[in-house]
C-alpha cells in the first residue's frame, strides 16, 4: 500500500525547504519533502569562498541552454550553463550567498499586473518573518529583523578594493547605503549574505536542521518527481523513482511544487499540464491547456576584468573563507525616466574567475583563449595574479524566452532557451552599464589605487575598441547568466491567460496543486532573486495553512 501524506512538496530548495518547515508546524499536518539530490554533506557547500568549486559536480543540476543566436558567442555550442542545486538546500547550498531583496517598485509591478496581494506592502513581512539581521543599524529601521530563522550578516572579512569602490561611487555622487531600505534602491551597498559564523546559511540550514526531528515532517532525498496523477483534474498521486525504484505516494491535501523554474514546469508538462500543441506533439494527453514553460526571464551579466594590487584576496594570512567574494554591489539607473534600476553593479576581487579553472567553468571556446588571455599565461600565474572584476548585469531584460520538453523522460533535461539579448535594447542597457564602470574607473579614488581596464581583442570584431560597436561584440560574446532564472508558471490574475498560477499561486483549473517557487514571478525584480524566493516560500505557506485566497 502506498504511503499518504497531506502535504507532498517537491523540491528542497530556497523555498521548498521553508514550505516543508512552515506547514509541518502543525503536529497533526503530514509533511513529505522530496529531494532529487543528495543530503547537504559536502564539506564545501559550507565554506561561502567554495560556492564556484560546487559548480559542475553532482550537486549540481549543470543545465545547459540551446545555442544562443545573439548571446554567450564566445562559449561552447554557443550556450549558457544554469548551475542549479541539487542538494538540500537547492541553489541556496551552492549559491553566491547575496541578500538582495529587490525594489518596492519591483513587487508594487506585479500587483499591478494581476498578482493581487503581492504588493511591497504585501511581501515585506514575508521577508522579515524569515530574517534574522545582524547588523544592529540596520535592525534600527522597519525593513530588517531579527529572530527568523536565516540569518543575514555582513561580509567579514571585507575587501580593501571594497572600500577603494565605496570611495569611488561616493565621488560620482552615490549615497553607500543598505539597499534593502525599502525606499529607494538606487545606491551601492557592502552588501549582506546568508552567511552564519562564518558559514553558509543555506535554506536547509536554516531551515530543515532544527525541524528534522518533528515526527510529522518525512525527508526523502535522492528522489526523483516524474509524473502527478490526477483524478477529474484534481491531483491525488505521485509517481516518483527512489534511489532507482519506482514509487507512488497518496495525496491527501496537496502537492506543492517547488522544484524551480526548470523542474516545475517540467513536472507539469510531464503530467500532462502545459501548452496543448507542445503536448500533443509528444503524445502526451493534455489535462489542462497552460502556457507552462513561458515567459522565461534571466539576467545576464559581462565580466570585465581589471589590473590592481593589495586589495584583494591577497595572502597576507587573512582567512578569507567566510568572504562570499561578491562584497560590494550596486543599483543604478542608466536612464532617468525609468521606475526601478535597470542594471545591477557587481564586483569580485579576484582578476580570473575562480583562477584557473575560468575557462572550465565558464565554458570559453578554444577560438578565443587569445582574446580571453588564456595564452602565454600559467596556472599558477592565474591562480596568483591580483586584480578584480566588474560585473554589470542587466536586471530586466526585454528578451524573454521558453522551456519545452525534450522528450517524455523525466531524467531527460528540457530544452531551455532564455533568447538572450534577442532585443536590441538590451545591449544598449548593458553599454550604459559598461560606461558607468568606465567613469568609476577615472574617479581618483580608483586611479589613485593602480585600477585599470584590461583590454580585450576579438580577431573576429572590425570595430574600433571602446566604440559602442566595440561592446556590442563585446557584450554578444561574453555575457553570462547570473542564475536568476524565473517566470516558467507566471503568476497572475485569474482571468489573464498569460498565467499558469492564481496570486494564491494554485495552478488555474486543476485542484489540489500550487507552484511555490521563482517560477511564479511575473517578471525579474531588481536585484539577486534567492531572497525574493524564500519570500515567495513563506508567503506561499501561509497561504496554504491559512487558505488565504486572492
Known amino acids: 500500500m502506498a504511503d499518504s501524506f497531506d502535504y507532498v512538496v517537491v523540491g528542497a530548495g ?28 559536502e564539506a564545501n557547500i559550507h565554506i561561502p569562498l567554495a560556492a564556484a568549486v560546487l559548480h559542475g559536480t553532482k550537486l549540481d543540476w549543470n543545465y545547459t541552454t540551446v545555442p544562443q543566436k545573439n548571446a554567450c558567442l564566445a562559449m561552447i555550442d554557443q550556450s549558457a550553463v544554469w548551475n542549479k542545486g541539487k542538494v538540500l538546500g537547492g541553489s541556496s547550498s551552492i549559491n553566491g550567498m547575496m541578500y538582495v531583496r529587490g525594489c518596492k517598485e519591483d513587487y508594487d509591478s506585479w500587483a499591478r499586473l494581476g498578482a493581487e496581494g503581492w504588493s511591497y506592502e504585501d511581501v515585506l513581512p514575508y521577508f ?6 545582524t547588523n544592529e543599524e540596520y535592525l534600527k529601521t522597519d525593513y530588517h529583523s531579527e529572530g527568523g530563522p536565516l540569518t543575514i550578516s555582513d561580509y567579514n572579512p571585507r575587501s580593501k578594493f571594497a572600500d577603494i569602490l565605496a570611495k569611488g561611487v561616493q565621488e560620482l555622487g552615490y549615497e553607500v547605503k543598505d539597499c534593502n531600505n525599502g525606499i529607494d534602491p538606487v545606491g551601492f551597498d557592502y552588501g549582506q549574505g546568508t552567511i552564519k559564523d562564518g558559514k553558509r546559511h543555506s535554506t536547509a540550514v536554516a531551515f530543515l536542521n532544527p525541524i528534522k526531528s518533528r515526527k510529522n515532517l518525512t525527508i526523502w532525498t535522492d528522489t526523483m518527481a516524474e509524473k502527478i496523477i490526477f483524478e477529474n483534474n484534481k491531483a491525488t498521486k505521485l509517481e516518483f523513482r527512489r534511489k532507482g525504484a519506482k514509487g507512488v505516494v497518496n495525496i491527501n491535501k496537496e502537492i506543492v511544487l517547488s522544484a524551480g523554474t526548470v523542474g516545475s514546469p517540467q513536472l507539469l508538462m510531464l503530467s500532462g499540464v502545459g501548452p496543448r500543441k507542445h503536448l500533443e506533439g509528444l503524445d502526451i494527453p493534455v489535462l489542462c491547456d497552460l502556457p507552462v514553460g513561458e515567459n522565461l526571464q534571466d539576467h545576464i551579466l559581462i565580466t570585465l576584468r581589471h589590473n590592481g594590487s593589495g586589495g584583494g584576496f591577497v595572502q597576507d594570512g587573512t582567512d578569507w573563507s567566510s568572504n562570499n567574494g561578491l562584497d560590494f554591489t550596486g543599483f543604478i539607473k542608466t536612464r532617468d525616466d525609468l521606475p526601478w534600476p535597470d ?37 599558477e600565474n592565474m591562480d596568483t595574479k591580483e586584480g578584480l572584476m566588474f560585473m554589470p548585469g542587466l536586471l530586466h531584460p526585454k528578451s524573454v524566452g521558453t522551456l519545452k520538453l525534450k522528450s517524455t523522460d523525466p531524467l531527460e533535461p ?4 532564455p533568447r538572450y539579448l534577442e532585443e536590441q535594447e538590451d545591449v544598449e542597457t548593458m553599454i550604459r552599464g559598461v560606461r558607468f564602470f568606465q567613469k568609476l574607473v577615472n574617479t581618483e579614488a580608483l586611479k589613485t589605487n593602480g585600477i585599470t581596464m584590461e583590454k580585450y581583442k576579438f580577431d573576429n570584431c572590425a570595430h574600433e575598441i571602446d566604440s559602442d560597436g566595440y561592446w556590442e561584440h563585446m557584450i554578444r560574446h561574453m555575457s553570462r547568466t547570473i542564475w536568476h532564472i524565473i517566470g516558467t508558471c507566471k503568476m497572475g490574475a485569474k482571468d489573464d491567460p498569460t498565467a499558469v498560477v492564481d496570486p494564491s499561486l494554485r495552478v488555474r483549473g486543476l485542484e489540489n496543486v500550487r507552484v511555490v517557487d521563482a517560477s511564479i514571478m511575473p517578471h525579474l525584480p ?7 524566493t524564500i519570500m515567495i516560500g513563506e508567503k506561499g505557506a501561509d497561504m496554504i495553512k491559512k487558505k488565504i485566497i486572492f
Open 14 to 41: 530556497s523555498a521548498g525547504c521553508v514550505v516543508a518547515n512552515r506547514l509541518s508546524e502543525d503536529e497533526n499536518t503530514s509533511v513529505l519533502l522530496i529531494e532529487a539530490g543528495p543530503e547537504d554533506t
Open 128 to 133: 522579515l518573518k524569515s530574517e534574522n539581521n
Open 343 to 379: 542594471i545591477q553593479l557587481m564586483y569580485s576581487p579576484v582578476f580570473y574567475f575562480n583562477g584557473s579553472a575560468e575557462k572550465e567553468k565558464l565554458r570559453h571556446d578554444d577560438r578565443f583563449d587569445a582574446a580571453l588571455h588564456y595564452t602565454n599565461v600559467t596556472k
Open 414 to 417: 528540457p530544452l531551455m532557451d
Open 526 to 532: 531588481s536585484g539577486n532573486t534567492n531572497a525574493p
